[in-house]
C-alpha cells in the first residue's frame, strides 16, 4: 500500500506543478496560441504518463521543468520563424504552419519522453529468475 | 456540395481518429494501472494443475534454418509428454524441412509428420492447419510457427485457463529473439511490446476482445472442429478465428506470462510483405464479420465497440491518409460549409498531436515495463514505420476493394524467410552467462539477456548459478 500511496501523491504533485506551469504557458503572450496548447498536452501527457512510474517526486518534478523549458524555447524559435515568414508567404504559410506545427512538436515530445522514461527505468531484480 | 462532403467525411475520419486515440490512453492507463495491483497484489494461481491433453500443430514450408531449433525445444518442454501430441505440416518444402521432421519423429513416438506434396501443398498456413487438425487427437490445440522458440513451461501456462468452460482460446506473448540484429527488428521488437504488453494485456483486463495471434496460443478442439476449422479464404486466419470464437459465445484469454521467442523480419522488404498480408487479411475479416458482430446476440456493448475498433485498425492508417488529403484544402480553400476554420484546424491539430503520441506512449509505457532502458531511445523512430503503414496498408485497401469489384478472390501467401539468425542469440545467452557475464550476448543488458534466459535457455541450471 506504501507504494501506491507514494504514486498517488506523486500524481497529485505532478497534476498540480503541470496545472500550473500550463497557466503560466497560457500567460505568456510571447508564445502563439498553438505552441501554447501544445506544451499543455506535453504537461497534461508527461503528468499521466510519466508520474505514476517508479523514481523520486524531484527527478519528475525536474523532468516535467526541463520539459517545459525546452519545449518554450523549442516553440518560441519556431514561432518567430513562422511569424516572419507568413509576413513574407502570406496566409497560405499561416495555414500550413497550423497543420505542420504539431508534427514539430511531436519531434521533441517524444524525444524528449523517451529519454526521460530511460533515465526513469526500473532497475531489474538481481538474478531477475522470477518464476 | 463538393466542400460539404469532404467536412463531412473530415469530421467522420476526425472522430474515428480521436476514437483510437483515447482508446490506446485507456490500455497504457490500464495496464499502468494493473502493474501497481500486480506488484501488491500477485494473483493467485487457482487452475494450477489442470493438464488436458494437447496437440501441437506446427506448419512448415522451408523452415530448415529454424524447425530444428522448436523441435528440439519440444521435447524439452515440461508438461507431460503422454499428454502430448506433435504434428508438424511439412508443407511442400524444398529444402530439409521433412527430413529434419522425420528424425524427430523416429526418436520421439509422439511426433507425426505430415508431408503434403504436389496440388495439396503451398495453399497456406490455414490449410496446413486443417490438415494437422484432421490428425489432432488433444482437447486443446496449440499452435507455434516454425521459427518460434517457447518457454519450457508454455503449455501449462496456456492450458490452464481452459479449465474455464467460457474460454475457447488463448494467447501467449510474442518476443523478438533477433532484436539486436538491426534497426528493422528493433523496430519490429518495439511494435511487439507495445502490441502484446499494454494493446493484448490491457484488451483482456478490461474484458474487450484480445486477438488470438496464430501461434503462441491454443483453442479448444471440440470447438475448433465444431466451426469448421480454419477459413483458407482470408489471409488473416487469426483474426478471422478470433472473432467466429466470440461469436460462437465463447472467450479469448490473453496470458502475457506465457512467452515465446520468435525471429522477426530482418529487412524492410520482408516487412512490407508480412505487413501487407496482415493488412489484407485483417480487411477481408473486417468486411467478412463487421456485420455479424453488430447484431450478435453473445457479444456485450463493449465488445462490439472494441470489435469493431479491432477489425478496423489495419484501415486506421489509410483513413490518417485520408484526414490530411481532406483536411489540408479544406484550410486553404476555407469556404467552410458547416464548420469555422478554428473548428478545422483544432482536431487536425488534436490528432496529429495527441493522435499521434498515443503509440509511442504506448510502446513507451511497454518498453518501461519491460525494463527496456536502451529501446526508449528508438521510440522516436517509430514514425518511419507509422508512415510506411500508410503506404502498406493503403496498397492492400486496394487490392481488397479490387478483388471485391472483380470478384478475383487473389490470396496469395507470401511467406515470411526465416535465416536461423536468432539460434545465435540464444547460444550466446547460454555461453555468456554460464561464464558469469551477460554483456556478451549481444542482447540489450543484462534485463533483456535475463529474460531469455528465464523464457527458454537449455541449460537453465548453470545460468541459474550464474547469476544468482
Known amino acids: ?131 | 456540395m463538393i466542400v460539404e462532403i469532404l467536412e463531412f467525411l473530415f469530421l467522420v475520419v476526425t472522430a474515428l481518429i480521436i476514437t483510437y486515440v483515447v482508446r490506446h490512453y485507456l490500455f497504457t492507463i490500464t495496464i499502468l494501472r494493473n502493474q501497481h495491483r500486480k506488484l501488491e497484489k500477485p494473483a493467485a494461481d487457482d487452475n494450477a494443475h489442470y493438464e488436458p491433453s494437447v496437440s501441437i500443430l506446427i506448419p512448415a514450408r522451408n523452415e530448415e534454418q529454424v524447425i530444428g531449433r522448436l523441435l528440439h525445444r519440444i521435447t524439452e518442454l515440461t508438461y507431460p509428454k503422454e499428454k502430448m501430441q506433435v504434428i508438424v505440416i511439412n508443407d511442400g518444402s524444398s529444402d530439409n524441412t521433412g527430413r529434419i521432421a522425420d528424425e524427430y519423429a523416429k526418436m520421439h513416438n509422439y511426433f507425426t509428420i505430415v508431408h503434403r506434396k504436389g496440388e495439396t501443398a503451398g495453399r497456406g498456413k490455414a490449410s496446413a492447419l486443417n490438415a494437422g487438425l484432421n490428425l489432432a487427437e488433444g482437447e486443446i490445440i496449440i499452435c507455434f510457427d516454425a521459427d518460434y522458440y517457447p518457454q519450457e513451461d508454455i503449455l501449462e501456462k496456456l492450458t490452464r485457463e481452459f479449465s474455464d468452460p467460457r474460454v475457447g482460446a488463448v494467447q501467449g506473448r510474442v518476443t523478438v529473439l533477433n532484436e539486436p540484429l538491426n534497426m528493422v527488428t528493433r523496430l519490429v521488437a518495439l511494435e511487439r511490446i507495445g502490441g502484446y504488453l499494454i494493446d493484448q494485456q490491457a484488451r483482456d483486463s478490461l474484458g474487450l476482445i484480445p486477438q488470438f495471434g496464430g501461434t503462441v496460443g491454443g483453442l479448444r478442439r471440440s470447438l475448433l472442429e465444431r466451426m469448421g476449422g480454419w477459413d483458407e479464404s482470408v489471409l488473416a486466419e487469426d483474426m478471422d478465428l478470433t472473432f467466429r470464437v466470440y461469436l460462437a459465445g465463447y472467450k479469448v484469454r490473453y496470458i502475457n506470462e506465457a512467452e515465446c521467442y520468435e525471429e522477426a523480419v530482418e529487412s524492410w522488404r520482408d516487412y512490407r510483405k508480412q505487413r501487407y498480408r496482415w493488412a489484407k487479411g485483417h480487411m477481408q475479416c473486417f468486411f467478412k464479420h463487421w456485420f455479424q458482430v453488430i447484431k450478435s446476440k453473445n457479444l456485450n456493448i463493449r465488445e462490439k465497440i472494441d470489435g469493431l475498433l479491432l477489425l478496423n485498425i489495419y484501415f486506421m492508417p489509410v483513413w490518417v491518409l485520408l484526414s490530411w488529403i481532406v483536411g489540408v484544402p479544406l484550410i486553404f480553400s476555407k469556404s467552410f460549409q458547416w464548420l469555422s476554420l478554428p473548428w478545422t484546424v483544432a482536431p487536425i491539430a488534436f490528432y496529429s498531436s495527441v493522435g499521434n503520441f498515443a503509440p509511442f506512449f504506448e510502446v513507451g509505457i511497454g518498453a518501461y515495463l519491460d525494463g527496456r532502458s536502451r529501446a526508449h531511445r528508438l521510440l522516436p523512430l517509430l514514425i518511419f514505420t507509422f508512415l510506411y503503414n500508410i503506404f502498406i496498408c493503403t496498397k492492400a485497401l486496394t487490392s481488397v476493394l479490387v478483388c471485391k469489384l472483380t470478384g478475383n478472390n487473389n490470396n496469395h501467401w507470401s511467406k515470411t524467410n526465416h535465416t536461423g539468425n536468432g539460434n545465435r542469440y540464444i547460444t550466446n545467452c547460454v555461453n555468456s552467462l554460464t561464464h558469469g557475464n551477460c554483456s556478451d550476448s549481444g542482447l540489450e543488458s543484462n534485463s533483456v539477456c535475463h529474460a531469455a534466459v528465464r523464457s527458454c535457455v537449455v541449460h537453465v541450471h548453470h545460468a541459474f548459478a550464474c547469476v544468482s
Open chain 1, 1 to 131: 500500500m506504501v507504494d501506491v500511496r507514494l504514486r498517488t501523491y506523486h500524481m497529485v504533485f505532478g497534476i498540480s506543478a503541470g496545472a500550473m506551469a500550463s497557466c503560466i504557458l497560457l500567460l505568456i503572450p510571447y508564445l502563439d496560441v498553438e505552441s501554447s496548447i501544445m506544451l499543455v498536452i506535453f504537461n497534461f501527457l508527461f503528468v499521466s504518463l510519466l508520474f505514476p512510474l517508479q523514481g523520486t517526486l524531484l527527478k519528475k518534478l525536474s523532468l516535467l521543468l526541463v520539459g517545459n523549458v525546452i519545449g518554450w524555447a523549442w516553440n518560441s524559435v519556431f514561432s518567430a520563424f513562422a511569424n516572419d515568414a507568413s509576413g513574407y508567404f502570406g496566409e497560405n504559410f499561416e495555414a500550413t504552419y497550423m497543420i505542420v506545427n504539431p508534427f514539430l512538436n511531436l519531434v521533441w515530445i517524444v524525444s524528449f519522453w523517451s529519454l526521460s522514461l530511460a533515465t526513469m527505468s526500473m532497475p531489474r531484480k538481481g538474478g531477475a529468475f522470477e518464476t
